[in-house]
């Protein structure tokens, strides 16, 4: 079975420009998230979608980010305009969702490094 | 504010040895709980998850959970220097809820 799939693995970019990652889940997970890590310290949550509703947004900094999960399946993450204090590793995880127990086990991806010089 | 305590280390434990790993959590309400191993430079891999008190066994590891003292542990017997990791403890709500995360330990196993 095949992981969850990020692309581009290393992103190096100017402060002010814009940047998307992309996101592809384990076949037939429902919910989707996205995570910043930063050096030193835990993942912490950016978003989670169920399906194609994002259902936690709290955390996600909305003057300059936003997501989109299209038909419920991939999904991308943009930052405009990115700010030095961007730089990290956005993580990306799925699980299959409602259900309970191991239906909430979220597998992650390998990340995006991005760096805002 | 949900918070998920653990030991930074570097906890340096030797080869063949039993290396334990501790972890507290402020929401009572907590119903899932996920141990994670982190190599340098990776994503997280999820290797072991506990849902009701007691102890649970997967090979060489062993989860433990302490609802009551709020308290989650991870054991790894006979540590390998392959064990060397970052092992991240993180906790939900239950159910399909984003996971909050502890900053990690840092495990050695020394050869």
């Given at each position: 079975e095949a992981g969850v799939v990020q692309s581009p693995r290393y992103k190096i970019i100017e402060k002010k420009q814009p940047v998307a990652f992309w996101?592809?889940?384990?076949?037939?997970?429902?919910?989707?998230?996205?995570?910043l890590q930063n050096l030193g310290q835990g993942p912490e949550l950016l978003i989670r979608y169920e399906n194609e509703e994002a259902v936690d947004d709290s955390q996600l900094p909305k003057d300059r980010f936003s997501a989109e999960r299209l038909k419920g399946?991939?999904?991308?993450?943009?930052?405009?305009?990115?700010?030095?204090?961007?730089?990290?590793?956005?993580?990306?995880?799925?699980?299959?969702?409602?259900?309970?127990g191991t239906y909430n086990e979220q597998f992650f991806g390998p990340g995006t490094r991005l760096t805002v010089l | 504010q949900?918070?998920?305590?653990?030991?930074?280390?570097p906890l340096s434990v030797p080869e063949g040895a039993i290396a334990s790993l501790n972890c507290t959590y402020s929401d009572r309400v907590s119903q899932?709980?996920?141990w994670y191993r982190q190599y340098s430079g990776k994503s997280p891999e999820l290797i072991m998850s506990i849902y009701s008190n007691g102890d649970k066994e997967d090979g060489r590891f062993t989860a433990q959970l302490n609802?009551?003292?709020?308290?989650?542990?991870?054991?790894?017997?006979?540590s390998q220097p392959s064990d060397s990791a970052t092992y991240l403890c993180a906790v939900n709500?239950?159910?399909?809820?984003?996971?909050?995360?502890?900053?990690?330990?840092?495990?050695?196993?020394?050869?």
């Open positions: 996101c592809n889940p384990i076949s037939g997970h429902n919910t989707l998230y996205w995570y399946v991939d999904s991308t993450l943009k930052i405009q305009p990115a700010e030095l204090g961007d730089s990290a590793v956005y993580l990306c995880a799925s699980s299959l969702g409602v259900g309970g | 949900k918070e998920v305590e653990q030991n930074s280390g899932s709980f996920f609802k009551a003292s709020q308290y989650v542990s991870l054991l790894i017997r006979d709500g239950g159910g399909a809820d984003g996971l909050t995360f502890g900053k990690g330990t840092h495990l050695i196993i020394q050869p």
